[in-house]
């Protein structure tokens, strides 16, 4: 057994397999999944887990080198996501070419999460 980190099976090895420029979604529970783009479904009921709190989750492992955003978020509402997030340079983009990004992605992870446009696009960097 773990003692920290992720202890989802597949996140973990998707987490640990995200090379330089990979991008991982974390989304929220209405986010359309594209065809071909396998998805890690975290959601057990309505608003749990939250978005922000699997990205903390994968922060602690993964190196990001910048985050992707939708120009319609509730930046008021996502305080905690943006509180995480802060370090790094986040683009904003409309939630259309949020979508469409996605479908390039090397997972999308489906949180429970009911804030409209609660989603965060996390491009791999590397620590060296």
């Known amino acids: ?41 975290l959601i057990y009921k309505r608003g749990a887990p939250s978005v922000d709190s699997v990205v903390g989750v994968i922060l602690e492992e993964l190196v990001v080198e ?5 120009l319609e978020s509730k930046l008021d ?6 509180e995480k997030i802060s ?6 983009i409309s939630h259309e070419d949020f979508k469409k990004i996605s479908s390039s992605a090397k997972a999308i992870v489906r949180t429970g999460e ?6 965060v696009i996390l491009k791999a ?4």
Not at 2 to 26: F, T
Not at 66 to 70: F, L, R, T
Not at 125 to 128: D, H, K, L, Q
Request: hydrophobic share 50%; charged share 20%; glycine share 8%.
């Open 77 to 82: 509402q996502l305080k905690n996501i943006i």
């Open 87 to 92: 370090e790094f340079p986040v683009e904003k």
């Open 125 to 128: 960097g590397v620590n060296f």
């Open 66 to 70: 910048s985050v992707v955003m939708a």
């Open 1 to 41: 057994m773990k003692q920290q980190g992720i202890w989802h099976p597949r996140l973990s090895e998707i987490v640990a397999s995200c090379g330089h420029g990979d991008l991982l979604v974390v989304a929220d529970a209405g986010l359309p999944i594209p065809k071909g783009v396998e998805v890690v479904d």
């Open 114 to 119: 009911v804030i409209p446009f609660a989603n």
